[in-house]
């Protein structure tokens, strides 16, 4: 069963999220939390697989929250669940290290579909993702097929791994390798194909198709 820490401002939005959640059977909600700061400290305390992140909250917002998370290094996945549009915040979102993005308007449908597939590793964007992201190709190499052909198959492995939120030490398990040895994957990747910071990687991951839109 999933463990799910739920993180929004709202205990309306809170209670009708566990109500669905708990309904299922397959998810166990382990905690709330009403603001960036407390969903961070829950995560450190009952380590959750997944947290259900909203992002417009008072004093530490949903993307800094999601940063905060990623880099306690616990292997809890962020799935971020608001109402603004992913026009303005998807890339942020897993720039700061989440693993996936819905909108609550299709929370109702598609919440339980997302929780499994961040659960089972995989990445969940929004439908939409797709055509936002070929409008956004911005950087010159990456969505190129040179720039994909140029990388081996453990260096887009671990390209992948690594947008999709997955840490060093976490890529090491799925690649059966060591944490240094998937950082010199990365390293040579970003050196071949011109990436600099983890939104680059995540821009060129989404344009070249090493992730995407969950369907």
Do not use: C, W
């Not at 010159?140 to 791994?161: C, M």
């Amino acid at each position: 069963m999933t463990r799910v820490l739920l993180v929004d401002d709202h205990a309306v939005v809170r209670a009708g999220l566990r109500a669905l959640l708990e309904a299922s059977g397959r998810v166990e909600v382990v905690g709330e939390a009403s603001s960036g700061e407390e969903g961070v400290r829950k995560t450190r305390s009952l380590e959750p697989d997944i947290v259900v992140m909203d992002l417009a909250m008072p004093g530490m917002d949903g993307v800094q929250a999601t940063r905060r998370i990623a880099a306690l290094d616990l292997g809890t996945k962020v799935l971020v669940l608001t109402i603004h549009d992913e026009d303005e915040f998807l890339l942020p979102a897993m720039e700061a290290g989440a693993a996936g993005f819905l909108n609550k308007s299709a929370a109702d449908t598609d919440l339980l579909g997302a929780l499994e597939a961040v659960a089972r590793g995989h990445s969940y964007l929004p439908r939409r993702a797709a055509a936002l992201i070929a409008r956004r190709k911005t950087v010159a190499t990456s969505g190129d097929s040179r720039g994909i052909e140029a990388l081996s198959e453990r260096e887009r492995t671990a390209i992948e791994l690594y947008a999709r939120g997955f840490s060093a030490r976490e890529a090491a398990r799925e690649m059966l390798v060591s944490p240094k040895t998937v950082e010199g994957y990365i390293a040579r990747a970003k050196s071949k194909v011109g990436l600099d910071s983890r939104r680059d990687i995540v821009r060129f991951a989404l344009d070249s198709g090493l992730l995407r839109p969950e369907e």
